[in-house]
């Protein structure tokens, strides 16, 4: 029985011993990043609105859109996250920059807001849109801090979870269970995370002071950073693989390279070299991409083979592109989900800034209201851990709902929860019409716990169903790439929603029209925005229905590769 990890490392280069390196204990270092990541990104998004619009005097759709790019860049960093871990820092290496970046962020961040010369002068005005904005040095400091933020994130998102399972052996059937223990406890974590941030740390923000609230991110990062480093000598590392990114690039630009290349009739005539347990088998999608397997003259020079991975890719190569691709309608139609999310931390978090929010002596946060979401999700998990699956194993001898189903359920439940806030909206405005106030209206803002509840439901679902979806649907040599694609579809919901709402607020306004969306929502139509957004989530949910059931009926067919051994100016085929 071996007493080391065959693909890792301890903190010398040396081969990883199994008894003083790795295990749970190690894994759970790690998680006090995340919490602290959490923490942060959350605490902030969700009650930036308020301190933009109310400190910061901005309009309600520019608000909107700050916070929406912020999100967008955060997940869109990931990639850049990954990419470094996998090709130059590794992942431990990477958690430990972005972290310190994280931290300087949200210190700098705590400093913006505490100092009177980085924000505008209070507001004299009971008409909020007559009050003056933030300079362009004022938001040039908010957005420097900000984007470090996102910087911080998107390296840390990319890193912690990988880090996380690599202090256990799946090859070892305990610490195979071990890690499946951690996957378990990493999503509860993330949601720990969320839920401190939208009660405690908005309570903190709204009643104590915004510097106070970022000051606690600054400062529980840098304690979780000691706790990191404190596990330094028991980690397990892996060496850096190289990216799945460079691999894609590497296929596209062989497959271009011979574009006028033809493809042999006989596919055992393209170019493998991997070994039999490795391979992926050719199929008939997509066959542009199999010129990069072609062997041309332009692959030998002075009469001897030169393998050039930019103009010659094994077969098993191209199949994981073709894999890849083949995931990208579920993925484009996951988007719009996380646009309708946007709204729960935007335009729904200003509704109940206008609304009734006293339960006694006792004012809710309106960025708190965001804990009927969070609820939503672990509520959903539960019943569908409990309930669900049991009667699923029951009644049709399965463990619940497929990843697609659970994706189609979460867009559908989204959907339902835009139709919801637009009906709620309709009679919120109608309230502020009769009594034409700016300030606080005589309707409780209880009335949004419908939208938040049905799509914090549909996160509970879709996000299970598309990280699922993702990991067990790409090849093996690209989860990491597949996990990037995962998040892509947060950062591109988004940055969609800043793109609508800068188009509605375009075509539906003008100079002396404030449009659907403008300065204050009460003398909006944030109803008509909602339903827009209802009738663009049917419609993609019936292009999702279209584009799961391509890909389950889609056959591929299958052909074995004879292995290509090339030696000097000659080709042999081992059958």
Known sequence: MSLTVADAV???????????????????????????????????????????????????????????????????????????????????????????????????LAVSTKLPQLRPPPCKYTDETQCEQANSFQMGILYLSLYLIALGTGGLKSSVSGFGTDQFDEKNEKEKTQMAYFFNRFFFVISTGTLMAVTVLVYIQDEVGRSWGYGICSASMFIALVIF?????????????????????????????????????????????????????????????????VVTEDDYRQGSFMMNPWKLCPVTRVEEVKKMIRLLPIWAT????????????????????????????????????????????????????????????????????????????????SAMGMAAAAVVEVKRLSVAKKYNETTTLPITVFYLIPQFFLVGAGEGFIYTGQLDFFITQSPKGMKTMSTGLFLTTLSLGFFFSSLLVSIVKATTGSSDKQGWLG??????????????????????????????????????????VTEIIVKESTIEEKC
Request: aromatic fraction near 12%; charged fraction near 15%; include cysteine.
């Open 334 to 413: 996951t988007i719009i989900f996380w646009t309708t999310y946007a709204q729960m931390i935007t335009f729904s978090v200003e509704q109940a800034t206008t609304m009734e929010r006293t339960i006694g002596h006792f004012q809710i946060p309106a960025g708190s209201l965001t804990v009927f979401f969070v609820g939503a999700i672990l509520i959903s998990l539960a019943v569908y851990d409990r309930f669900i699956i049991p009667l699923c194993k029951k009644w049709r001898g399965e463990p619940g709902f497929t990843n697609l189903q659970l994706i189609g359920i979460g867009l559908f439940l």
């Open 10 to 108: 301890d903190y010398k280069g040396h081969p990883a011993d199994k008894s003083r390196t790795g295990g749970w204990v190690p894994a759970a270092l790690s998680l006090g990043i995340e919490i602290c990541e959490r923490l942060s990104t959350m605490g902030i998004a969700v009650n930036l609105v308020t301190y933009l619009g109310g400190t910061m005097h901005l309009p309600s759709a520019t608000s909107a859109n700050v916070v929406t790019d912020f999100m967008g860049t955060s997940f869109l960093l990931c990639l850049l996250g990954g990419f470094l871990a996998d090709s130059y820092l590794g992942r431990y290496r990477t958690i430990a920059i972005f972290a310190m970046v994280q931290m300087l962020g949200t210190c700098l």
């Open 229 to 293: 480093f404190s596990g330094t000598k028991r980690y397990r590392y892996k060496k850096c693989s190289g990216s799945p990114i460079v691999h894609i690039c590497q296929v596209v630009s062989a497959a271009s390279g011979k574009k006028t290349a033809k493809l042999p009739s006989d596919i055992s005539l393209l170019y493998e070299d991997l070994p039999e347990a490795s391979r992926i088998h050719h199929t008939d999608q997509f066959r542009f991409l199999d010129k990069a397997s």
């Open 519 to 560: 300065e204050h929502i009460n003398k909006g139509r944030l109803d008509c925005f909602y339903g827009l957004l209802a009738a663009l989530s049917f419609f993609n949910f019936g292009l999702f229905l279209l584009s799961a059931a391509w890909f389950r009926k889609k056959t591929v067919k299958q052909a074995p």
